[in-house]
């Protein structure tokens, strides 16, 4: 089973940006999908970002398109998700997610941090 334990969130003002930062423990990470989920106040959790195991496919939402940038660090077991051009509507609990399986990642399964708070003031 893996840990995944997310870091970096915080206030921004709209326009500015941030790196959230997934760490993980446990076996074989470094073989696991990883994706960014979301959830605002009141909302469904929504997907935001996935990444295959090694970093050659990434998947995105289309709100999220052309802003965040989802990679990976097999070495350092670390899954990182950078924002630009923040919006206050980015304003939400994310969440880190791992599988083995790319598919079960982007469709909500797997294992699942605790979240970090982002929020976007206008």
Request: positive net charge; charged residues 15%; hydrophobic residues 35%.
């Amino acid at each position: 089973q893996v840990q995944l334990v997310e870091s970096g969130g915080g206030l921004v003002q709209a326009g500015g940006s941030l790196r959230l930062s997934c760490a993980a423990s446990g076996r074989t990470f470094s073989m696991y999908a990883k994706g960014w989920f979301r959830q605002a106040p009141g909302k469904e959790r929504e997907f935001v970002a996935a990444i295959g195991w090694s970093g050659g496919r990434t998947i995105y939402a289309d709100s999220v398109k052309g802003r965040f940038t989802i990679s990976r660090d097999n070495a350092k077991n670390m899954v990182y998700l950078q924002m630009n051009s923040l919006k206050p509507e980015d304003t939400a609990v994310y969440y880190c997610a791992a599988d083995s399986d790319l598919a079960v990642v982007t469709s909500g399964g797997g294992s699942w941090g605790q979240g970090t708070q982002v929020t976007v003031s206008s």
